[in-house]
């Protein structure tokens, strides 16, 4: 039977990757994916056919995916950090719709909320919310909305795509949505390129964050009020010592 393996490879490590995502892309015939997750992953699979689309070709991408699985080739399709967050899980799945001639699986990853706060310390280890701050799929009222409800429930945040060439100063309008509730001293962090090359960890205030140059490789993280800085480190008490 035709199937789609939807791949999370992690953050961009090879060390971060799962073996269960290793055993599929050993096992599969194909790999598609965006060039940049493609040339994460090429040395360690040399032997794979691999076809690449460029970014926001997403529907292109997935659809290749489904028409190579109809051959009877077994696919990757391989997202970054986690295939069902912010990922092509969905779309597969959408594309697929009821018509079961191709089976998908969906294979889990390490997220960049996940990959990010381990460099960073430990800024989740409480009630947390993830946000993207990209409003090409969704409107930016319905954002500012959702940012707002997290401040209002005091939750860490972790902010996805906080901004892109065509939109740089999101980060900063999201800080001044979150500062209506949350004091500036909030302790914040952002990673960058996680796994990556040239990957960068640094520590700051949410009124620093607001003018913090963050590009599309950046994940950043809002402290909630208990949110501390212990030894450099961003940390979110679970309140273990309270009890
Ligand atoms: N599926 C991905 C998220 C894709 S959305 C995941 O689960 O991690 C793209 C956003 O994810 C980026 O703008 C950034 O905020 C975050 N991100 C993904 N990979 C990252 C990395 N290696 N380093 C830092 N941020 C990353």
């Known amino acids: 039977m035709a199937k789609i393996c939807v791949v999370g490879i992690g953050p961009g490590d090879y060390r971060e990757m799962t073996v269960r ?35 926001r070709r997403e529907t292109d991408r997935c659809r290749l995916a489904l028409e190579l699985a109809g051959q009877g080739r077994d696919v ?38 996940c990959s990010g706060a381990a460099r960073l310390g430990a800024p989740l280890t409480h009630d947390f919310a993830v946000i993207s701050l990209s409003d090409l799929l969704t409107p930016w009222e319905k954002i500012e909305r ?23 100063d999101h980060l900063k309008r999201a800080c001044d949505v979150l500062l209506r509730h949350a004091g500036p001293d909030t ?12 990957e960068e960890t640094r520590v700051m205030t949410l009124a620093q964050l607001r ?14 009020s208990q949110t501390r800085v212990i030894d450099g480190r961003m940390v979110t008490p679970r309140g273990y010592r309270d009890v």
Do not use: Q, W
Not at 212 to 219: K, L, P, Q, S, V
């Open 21 to 55: 995502a290793v055993e599929v892309l050993n096992a599969c015939d194909v790999i598609v994916g965006y060039h940049v997750y493609v040339d994460l992953v090429k040395a360690h699979f040399p032997e794979k056919e691999f076809h690449t689309t460029p970014m």
């Open 76 to 113: 990757a399709m391989i997202c970054s950090g986690d295939a069902g967050i912010y990922g092509m899980a969905g779309l597969i799945y959408e594309l697929r719709g009821e018509d079961a001639a191709v089976e998908v699986e969906v294979i889990g990853g390490l997220t960049a909320a």
């Open 146 to 168: 959702r940012l707002e409800c997290a401040a209002l429930g005091d939750f860490a945040v972790a902010l996805y795509n906080p901004a892109s060439m065509k939109r740089p």
């Open 187 to 198: 302790v914040c962090g952002v990673v960058r390129n996680i796994g990556r090359e040239g």
């Open 211 to 224: 003018d913090y140059e963050a590009d599309m490789f950046t994940t950043a993280f809002v402290g909630n």
